[in-house]
């Protein structure tokens, strides 16, 4: 289901686009080395939320789903000095490959990378009452995405952007049938976000190097 148009539209967009650069060919390739899946976002989408962040002027930004850190250093670069981002991560291994990818791209100081459940480490933002997020990408198993949702807008400032990956996953998100827990738990953050009064949302779908996929992205109107 990946047309080979797709890829080489998104690599000839990315040519004159989003330049090549060595902290993030060395991110992808120590992930490939420690054979994690390659399931990070591609150099046109990573570019196009850090341009998001930038534009926004976020200054705290909030990641669920670490893997290797590629998308949290195309994030990262969007932060203004004394900006700070924060990413949780389930697996151990990888955080510690995602801290080597950071320090690497000299953002070790800018990046904690977090391990635990990411349910766990949200509640555990807000025990600490961390300060608000102004962005988040939401990125981590599809299983609890509503959850993640629903705790990152009660961490978010007013007016922030809250963007949710692999929504679309080859249009599998309309079966009303489906028993894969995925699209599922995708439909159900659709549904509560459809009536999320502290959100605004839209979704686009995408085609590229990763396929047929989309993104939701909401913006906060206030605080619930
Ligand atoms: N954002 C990354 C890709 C993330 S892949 C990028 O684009 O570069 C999804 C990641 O979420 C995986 O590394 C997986 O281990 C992690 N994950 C899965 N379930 C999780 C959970 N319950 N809590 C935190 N992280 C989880
Ligand atoms: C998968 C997960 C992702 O976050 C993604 O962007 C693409 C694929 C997956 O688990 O298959
Ligand atoms: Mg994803």
């Known amino acids: 289901m990946l047309d080979p148009q797709w890829t080489a539209v998104d690599r000839a967009l990315a040519e004159w686009l989003v330049p090549e650069d060595e902290a993030l060919e060395a991110a992808l390739d120590a992930a490939t080395r420690a054979g994690l899946p390659a399931i990070h976002v591609s150099p046109t989408q990573g570019k196009w939320l850090q341009l998001i962040a930038a534009a926004i002027g976020a200054r705290r930004i909030l990641e669920i789903g670490t893997l290797a850190g590629y998308s949290t250093i195309w994030l990262a670069r969007a932060l203004p000095p004394?900006?700070?981002l924060v990413s949780l991560e389930i697996d151990p291994g990888r955080a510690a490959l995602a801290r080597e990818n950071l320090e690497r791209a000299g953002l070790g100081s800018v990046v904690e990378v977090r391990v635990g459940a990411a349910l766990a480490?949200?509640?555990?933002l807000r025990e600490e009452q961390a300060a608000p997020f102004?962005?988040?990408f939401i990125d981590a198993d599809k299983v609890h995405c509503a959850e993640y949702l629903d705790r990152s807008t009660a961490l978010a400032r007013r007016g922030a952007v809250i963007v949710v990956d692999n929504v679309v996953r080859n249009g599998r998100v309309v079966d009303a049938e489906s028993d894969d827990p995925n699209v599922i738990g995708v439909r159900r953050m659709l549904e509560r976000l459809s009536a999320d009064p502290?959100?605004?949302?839209?979704?686009?779908?995408?085609?590229g190097a990763k396929g047929y996929d989309g993104m939701v992205m909401a913006v906060v109107r206030s605080i619930g």
Not at 121 to 124: F, I, N, V
Not at 198 to 207: K, M
């Open 82 to 84: 004394g900006g700070r």
């Open 121 to 124: 480490s949200l509640e555990r």
């Open 134 to 136: 102004d962005f988040v």
């Open 198 to 207: 502290r959100l605004d949302a839209s979704a686009l779908q995408t085609v």
